[in-house]
C-alpha cells in the first residue's frame, strides 16, 4: 500500500523532498503538516477538475487537526466517496493503514479525474464542425444547377469527382460561363500563414463591428416599444423582428477558401448610389421629403449688426488729448501744455514749446 501511495504520487506529478518524509507524515496523520499539505494538494487538484465547490486546506499548527478532519470529511462526501470510514470513521487515534487508505483514494480519483479529462479533449479535437446553414444548402445549389442525382452509396470523393467533371464540361463549352480567378499563383506555406493570420485579424475586427451594429439594431427597436403609440404592440413586433433578427449572426461567413474561389470582378468596386447595391438598402422611408425648416443662421457674413450698436467709420484727423484743464478739444499746438520762460525772451531765453519748436 505504501509503495502503491508513493507511485501514485509520482505519476501525479507531486514534488515531495523524499519517501521516507511522505512514509512517516501518512503514518503520523493529521498532525502533520507534510500529510495535510498533501491533502489539500490532491483535493485542490480535484476541485479544479471536477468543478467542486469546497476542498481542503492544510493546517499550519497541529491543534489544528480536528478542523481539518472535518473538511476532509465534508469534501469526501461532496466527492460521494463510497468507503463511510474514511467519511466518518477517520479520528487522531487511527491506524496509519486508514491514513494510507485515504491517500490512495484520492490519488486514483485524481488519476481517474484527469484520464476523462484529457479523453474529453481528445473527443472535441476530432469534432468537425459543419455550418449546415452555408455548407448544406451550397452543396444543395451545386446538384441542382449542375443535375447531378444524389445517390445513397455515394461517398464524397465520388461526388466531388463528379461535381468537377461536370463543371470542366460545363467551362469547356462554354468558357464566359466562369471568370479568371483573381489568384493566378500558388502559396507556399509561409503565404498561407500569413493569409491565415491577415484573415484571423480581420475576422476579429469585423466581427466587433457586426456585434456593434446588431446591439445598435437591438436597442434601436427595444426604444420603439417605449412610444405611446406601440403600447400593445409588443407581441406583433416581436413576431416580425425576431425571426429576421435570428438569422444576422455577428461572426462573418467569410472563409479563408474565399481567396481562391474569388474572381477578378472583385476588383471592380461599385458606387454606393448603383442600382445593384441600392436595391438592397432601398427603403420606402426614403421617399418620404423632409419640408422646408427654419433658417437657423450659422452664416456670420450674412447678419446683420444689432441696431443698437453705431455703424464704424473712420476716425477723423487733427485733435489731442486736450490741456491739462480737460476737454478733448485740439488747438494749434495740439493741447499740450507749453512751457514758457521769462516775458519778452527770446531763443536764448529758452521759449519752446512742448514740440520742441521756439
Known amino acids: 500500500m505504501e509503495f502503491d501511495v508513493l507511485d501514485s504520487m509520482d505519476d501525479l506529478g507531486y514534488s515531495v523532498a523524499g519517501d521516507n518524509k511522505i512514509n512517516e507524515a501518512i503514518e503520523i496523520g493529521p498532525k502533520s503538516i507534510v500529510f495535510t499539505q498533501l491533502i489539500e494538494w490532491l483535493s485542490k487538484e480535484l476541485q479544479a477538475i471536477c468543478g467542486l465547490d469546497s476542498c481542503v486546506n492544510a493546517i499550519t499548527d497541529p491543534e489544528d487537526s480536528s478542523s481539518f478532519l472535518?473538511?476532509?470529511?465534508?469534501?469526501?462526501?461532496?466527492?460521494?466517496?463510497?468507503?463511510?470510514?474514511?467519511?466518518?470513521?477517520?479520528?487522531?487515534?487511527?491506524?496509519?493503514?486508514?491514513?494510507?487508505?485515504?491517500?490512495?483514494?484520492?490519488?486514483?480519483?485524481?488519476?481517474?479525474?484527469?484520464?476523462?479529462?484529457?479523453?474529453?479533449?481528445?473527443?472535441?479535437?476530432?469534432?468537425?464542425?459543419?455550418?449546415?446553414?452555408?455548407?448544406?444548402?451550397?452543396?444543395?445549389?451545386?446538384?441542382?444547377?449542375?443535375?447531378?442525382?444524389?445517390?445513397?452509396?455515394?461517398?464524397?470523393?465520388?461526388?466531388?469527382?463528379?461535381?468537377?467533371n461536370k463543371v470542366k464540361e460545363k467551362i469547356s463549352s462554354d468558357p464566359s460561363l466562369v471568370e479568371c480567378p483573381a489568384l493566378n499563383t500558388e502559396l507556399d506555406d509561409q503565404q498561407w500563414n500569413s493569409v491565415n493570420d491577415l484573415y484571423r485579424d480581420f475576422l476579429h475586427e469585423y466581427k466587433v463591428r457586426r456585434?456593434?451594429?446588431?446591439?445598435r439594431l437591438d436597442v434601436t427597436i427595444q426604444s420603439f416599444k417605449w412610444g405611446e403609440g406601440s403600447k400593445g404592440k409588443e407581441t406583433e413586433i416581436k413576431n416580425v423582428f425576431v425571426p429576421k433578427r435570428m438569422n444576422l449572426k455577428k461572426n462573418p461567413a467569410v472563409k479563408v477558401s474565399d481567396v481562391v474561389a474569388a474572381r477578378e470582378s472583385i476588383f471592380c468596386i461599385e458606387?454606393?448610389?448603383?442600382?445593384?447595391?441600392?436595391?438592397?438598402?432601398?427603403?420606402?422611408?426614403?421617399?418620404?421629403?423632409i419640408p422646408s425648416v427654419p433658417d437657423r443662421g450659422?452664416?456670420?457674413?450674412?447678419?446683420?449688426?444689432?441696431?443698437?450698436?453705431?455703424?464704424?467709420?473712420?476716425?477723423?484727423?487733427?485733435?489731442?488729448?486736450?490741456?491739462?484743464?480737460?476737454?478733448?478739444?485740439?488747438?494749434?499746438?495740439?493741447?499740450?501744455?507749453?512751457?514758457?520762460?521769462?516775458?519778452?525772451?527770446?531763443?536764448?531765453?529758452?521759449?519752446?514749446?512742448?514740440?520742441?519748436?521756439?
Open 298 to 358: 450659422g452664416r456670420p457674413k450674412e447678419q446683420k449688426p444689432p441696431v443698437e450698436m453705431p455703424g464704424w467709420s473712420k476716425r477723423s484727423g487733427g485733435g489731442g488729448r486736450g490741456d491739462y484743464r480737460g476737454g478733448r478739444g485740439g488747438g494749434r499746438h495740439g493741447g499740450q501744455k507749453k512751457f514758457r520762460g521769462p516775458k519778452g525772451g527770446d531763443r536764448s531765453s529758452g521759449n519752446f514749446d512742448a514740440a520742441g519748436k521756439y
Open 70 to 164: 472535518l473538511e476532509v470529511s465534508s469534501f469526501l462526501k461532496e466527492l460521494r466517496c463510497p468507503y463511510k470510514a474514511l467519511v466518518t470513521g477517520l479520528t487522531h487515534t487511527q491506524h496509519a493503514k486508514s491514513f494510507f487508505d485515504q491517500s490512495d483514494y484520492l490519488c486514483t480519483e485524481l488519476q481517474a479525474a484527469r484520464a476523462v479529462k484529457a479523453k474529453e479533449k481528445k473527443l472535441k479535437a476530432f469534432e468537425i464542425e459543419v455550418d449546415t446553414s452555408s455548407t448544406a444548402s451550397s452543396l444543395e445549389t451545386i446538384l441542382e444547377v449542375l443535375d447531378i442525382k444524389l445517390g445513397e452509396n455515394d461517398d464524397p470523393i465520388t461526388l466531388i469527382s463528379e461535381i468537377e
Open 211 to 215: 456585434e456593434l451594429l446588431l446591439s
Open 271 to 289: 458606387k454606393t448610389s448603383n442600382d445593384e447595391l441600392v436595391k438592397n438598402t432601398k427603403s420606402s422611408v426614403n421617399r418620404i421629403l
